[in-house]
């Protein structure tokens, strides 16, 4: 077998077809490129040689490479020097057909999208760099990228065009399947570490994206996305100064059938540090989305679960079934909230289970409507369950408005404190048409001068509009409950609107329910201890018994 020094001496001789011959390296010196050629006619080549894999030689006749499964992008003549532009030769080897290209040792510049075939692997120990707003790598269906590093074109000037790594099907009946990205550092980029649409049975695993302008993972109407053991830190100002760890979301479109929601996608033992300007974790509009056992810091809000927006930004589909269990989120100095979670307008969000977590100093200081763990509006069946909250801002546990079945059970609350908010509370009710539980959850004030108002409301109810079943709980703070009475206070018992309120004094013109509901006032005596709603839906129409 006749060997030549470099591509450049092969492609100068005339061989004879059916001949194997063979190339010490591409250019010079110990570059990596050598490689194995079969000598083709023209005629049986039938096609053009790209000049980067496949060669033309003196004689007309074709030296074409030979590819035992895998490929060194280094034998199409990549040269890893960090100056020359490489994304030619790389994707000669993407084109190859080889089911796996190693991009060794160096760093490869590229101006324009690598683009993956299916079923291919795209791994090794080299970095791939740009100066370029581009795609750098698109995969497809059954591919993996892993072990690569990926420097982008830094995070100063933050736009979504840039995407480290894109994962794009078609359309809603044309998913791509089968992706994983594992052990990939990518750093100093303005988009989105990794961007997903379309897209199903998606792995992320063991990777870093740091000093990023807008996002580490962004996915939208994904399916079965799994990330897990993440390093997501110091994204930048954002996109409308924003910046997210990880998301899962949809196209901001009126057809929730053209751009169906995220489902079943996850955000598992991951770390994520100093998104400046908004969130750690978020699904807008996801169902069945977890969010567990993460540690998140520096984050002006840690969780969020939300409705996803219509065409004209208004939140219209609500998450639904979504889960928040044992993550640890740390506190912004007094400018956060812990965990939020909202409902949307036009429908309620339904089932959220907020359970095991630990949050420390979280919550929006001066801001009587924060919370370490945030409940805004139109949410059902949500539950709040063995969580610990310490030292939280105004409040630990808050909830808005009709809020319907919720139970707020089994937690732990060590202190609350604000700047300027005197009425900052353990768990509080702070506007109207609320329907839930609280009960078995310890309330502790530790006697510790945390700020200038601390631990003075165990048990908040701002509204009597709202109906509350008052459990046993442990609380020791200044005012253990405040605003719940008879007008608002029921056993836990409900059936179709029909419920069994508590209370002292009588209800009527102070308790709203439906008719066949039943008081109880607990210092009435002959005639005045049991009451019957017997007609009505407002709050009169009571009778004593």
């Known amino acids: 077998m006749k060997v030549f020094n470099s591509v450049s001496d092969l492609q100068a001789a005339s061989l004879t077809a059916g001949q194997l011959t063979q190339t010490k390296r591409y250019f010079a010196g110990q570059d990596g490129g050598g490689a194995t050629y079969l000598i083709k006619t023209a005629v049986d080549y039938a096609g053009t040689p790209d000049g980067y894999g496949d060669h033309t030689l003196a004689n007309g006749n074709v030296a074409v490479l030979q590819i035992d499964g895998a490929l060194n992008v280094r034998q199409c003549g990549a040269t890893g020097d960090g100056s020359t532009d490489d994304t030619s030769a790389i994707q000669a080897a993407l084109d190859s057909g080889a089911s796996k290209v190693d991009l060794t040792a160096g760093t490869y510049l590229i101006t324009s999208t690598l683009t993956m075939s299916a079923n291919q692997t795209l791994t ?78 998606l792995t992320i695993n063991n990777c870093t994206f740091t000093d990023f302008g807008f996002m580490g993972v962004g996915i939208l109407s994904g399916t079965n996305v799994k990330c897990d053991s993440l390093t997501i830190s110091d994204g930048g100002t954002g996109i409308s100064g924003r910046t997210y760890g990880v998301a899962f979301t949809r196209r901001e479109e009126d057809s929730i059938t053209d751009y169906p929601r995220s489902i079943d996608c996850s955000v598992t033992n991951s770390h994520i540090s100093n998104c400046p300007t908004w969130e750690a974790l978020d699904t807008h509009g996801g169902e069945s989305c977890k969010f567990i056992n993460n540690i998140i810091r520096g984050c002006p809000i840690g969780i969020s679960i939300a409705g996803a927006d219509d065409s004209v930004g208004v939140e219209t589909f609500p998450a639904l079934k979504c889960e928040v269990s044992n993550n640890t989120v740390y506190g912004v100095s007094g400018s956060s909230n812990g965990i939020v979670v909202t409902g949307a307008s036009t429908g309620y969000l339904d089932q959220c289970v907020i359970n095991g977590n630990t949050l420390i100093e979280s919550g929006d200081d001066g801001n009587n409507l924060s919370g370490a763990i945030n409940i805004g509006t139109y949410t059902y069946g949500v539950v709040i369950s063995n969580n610990t909250l310490k030292d939280s801002y105004a409040h630990a546990i808050k909830l808005s408005s009709y809020n319907k079945g919720f139970a707020i059970t089994g937690n732990t609350i060590i202190d609350t404190q604000d700047s300027s908010y005197s009425a900052t509370a353990g768990i509080s009710i702070r506007s109207t048409n609320n329907e839930g539980v609280i009960s078995g959850n310890s309330i502790f004030a530790t006697g510790a001068s945390l700020n ?8 908040s109810c701002d509204s009597y509009t709202n109906v509350i079943a008052l459990g046993n709980n442990s609380n020791n703070f200044t005012s253990a409950i405040v605003g719940i009475d008879a007008r608002n206070s029921y056993f836990a018992f409900s059936e179709d609107g029909v419920k069994m309120f508590n209370g002292l004094g009588t209800p009527e013109g102070s308790v709203t329910a439906s008719s066949g509901s039943v008081f109880v006032n607990r210092n009435g005596g002959a005639g005045t201890t049991l009451y019957v709603k017997e007609s009505g839906t407002g709050n009169t129409g009571w009778v004593a018994k």
Do not use: H
């Open 124 to 201: 090794g120990v080299g970095i791939l760099k740009t100066a370029s707003v581009i795609t750098m790598i698109a995969a497809s269906t059954g591919c993996i990228v892993e072990g690569i590093t990926i420097e982008g074109n830094g995070s100063g000037s933050p736009i979504s065009t840039f995407k480290a790594i894109s994962v794009i099907g078609a359309d809603k009946d044309n998913y791509l399947s089968n992706i994983r990205v594992s052990n990939c550092y990518v750093y100093s980029y303005a988009g989105y570490g990794v961007y997903g649409e379309f897209v199903e049975d």
């Open 452 to 459: 200038t108002y601390t631990s003075v409301r165990g048990i």
